[in-house]
């Protein structure tokens, strides 16, 4: 009866004791952005394509995820990025504006706005596709529960308006259709919140030279131990490419990858496209080539920099260890000098 007893009581207290909850402190709101004067403004570090990179590249982009996600600057009524009225993206880029210097050159001023808004647009689509995860019901008979399920801070008519789109016969189709190509994509990278941009960058000042996407390919499609993201990612590291990091659609890593989707370039990052220009910026091919040019260059200065540096620090130390041994020189001198002394008296 006493080990019945235990049991029970130990059943019970089992019963009581409740699964450990995962908290999270949700994304991050960069207030030390949004508090920033009005005198002040933050350098933002852009490679020859006018990408974001360095340490600043991270903390760009994430600003920018804190203005797709304020619901009267980028609305989530509005079904498509395309369909966001130009005001409230012109508002958008005047408050990037107002956080960080800006390029006065035309050309790169028009493709950082462009990659800014571009980026803005992605991550709206990706915090609506969030909501959706979050909150969305099968069957329409669930849309009025879906619509009391509001979350906080929402504007009710906009959230309304999303979920009545959700349950229209071409949303239900266009997610089906959605789901199967995602399930198809096999060409997964581990690059995390760092984009190409930055890992490039970061690869190029290890190197002391421009990378190749060939080069590039493996940092970003391989774990921490070194292994490969999937079986396919494996194969097509396998593969003689040694291609450049001219985007020509006849080089060995297309060849390897196969043709270009439209709109982007692989292994390049956000904001490039098939046609060679930067964020459909004014930059020509010629300029493309010789930014890249540059690159090599500034990252030749930069390595021959390095090794006189290295060269002068050597100097340094072999004109301090010269300067120690003239002293030791001199106190030997004045201890010859008093013994010279010692012994003639």
Known sequence: ??????QETHEASTQDVQPAVHVTHGPSKYLDIWDLPDEEEIELPLNSMLQPVDDGARTFTGFLGTIARKLHMCPIRFLNWKDMPEEFKEECWRVVEQKYCVLVNPIAYAALKTFTLQKIGKTWRDHKSRLKKQHYILDSRNKARVKNNEPNGCITQDWEILIDHWYTDDAVIESKKNKELRSKQDDLHTTGSCSFAVHAAKKAKTDGRPVKRTVLYPILHTHKDGSAVNLVVKAKMS??????????????????MGKECKGCIRGVGFGLSPSGRSSKSA????????????????AQLKTSLATMEDKLASFDEMKERFSQFEEMKQRMTCMLQQMQQISSQ
């Open 1 to 6: 009866m006493d080990e019945v007893g235990d």
């Open 283 to 298: 930059l020509t091919d010629i300029e493309i080539h010789s930014s890249q040019a540059r690159d090599y260059e500034v």
């Open 239 to 256: 593969s003689d490419t040694s291609g450049s990091i001219a985007w020509s659609t006849d080089d060995v890593f297309a060849k390897v």
